[in-house]
């Protein structure tokens, strides 16, 4: 079967830095997804990691350890705008269909 | 590139009749489209899997009778709910992918079904 976990709330000040993690147990892994979901709007593509490390793009980064089964989302220099959804989403099983966690709320205060 | 529409975008009716939803991809041809239900503050389920000329993969506990899925041409793909009841009112969301690669896909706006 499949399970992937991330915190249901986070809330972090603006300015600062939020990390957000995932756990997943998975058959079959072939890459985890991080994307950015407004309210009432379809999810936004933020990052793609296939082997482990840290993948860099501006103010968002994301890391993966396979062996541990565990991603975070890192997000710097918080904005307001940032106040979204955040859902972690794995590839795998033969079809390489995408299974999303349960999502974590961020709310970015003043 | 790479974009996916749904249409409707938001649609109301009423309890026992049934809605077809499209999802089209407009600047590319999608081996494969996949639907999604999001239900309020949770996270998106993956409700079947559509590979244009074959018949739909339904995820456990999807009821294929229920939740008719065509995938008539590599750009379209509509999902239909039959005898639709109030909680079958969700976030209905498509996404298309090209090829079986892992990173070319590609989501629709959503569409918010709501059931009287």
């Known amino acids: 079967g499949q399970n992937i976990d991330q915190p249901t709330e986070m809330t972090a000040t603006e300015g600062a830095i939020v990390q957000i993690n995932c756990t997943y147990q998975t058959s079959g892994f072939n890459g985890l997804f991080w994307y950015q979901q407004h309210a009432g709007e379809a999810p936004t593509f933020l990052s793609y990691n296939v082997l482990d490390g840290l993948e860099e793009k501006g103010r968002f980064s994301s890391f993966l350890s396979r062996s541990k089964g565990y991603s975070y989302l890192l997000l710097k220099e918080l904005q307001m705008k940032d106040s979204a959804s955040y859902l972690c989403a794995v590839v795998g099983g033969a079809t390489n269909k995408l299974i999303f966690g349960t999502g974590t709320l961020l709310a970015v205060q003043p | 590139g790479a974009v996916v529409s749904q249409h409707p975008s938001r649609v109301i009716c009423k309890s026992g009749t049934s809605v077809k939803i499209e999802c089209r991809s407009l600047?590319?041809?999608?081996?494969?489209m996949f639907w999604y239900r999001q239900f309020p503050k949770q996270s998106l389920m993956l409700m079947a899997t559509?590979?244009?000329?074959?018949?739909?993969?339904?995820e456990q506990g999807v009821e294929k009778d229920k939740f008719l899925i065509n995938h008539a041409s590599l750009t379209l793909s509509t999902l239909t709910v039959t005898s639709a009841h109030p909680e079958d009112s969700s976030f209905y969301i498509c996404?298309?992918?090209?090829?079986?690669?892992?990173?070319?896909?590609?989501f629709g706006p959503g569409t918010r079904l709501t059931v009287t």
């Open positions: 600047d590319f041809q999608a081996t494969t």
């Open positions: 996404s298309a992918r090209v090829g079986q690669g892992v990173y070319e896909q590609y």
């Open positions: 559509s590979n244009e000329g074959s018949k739909a993969t339904y």
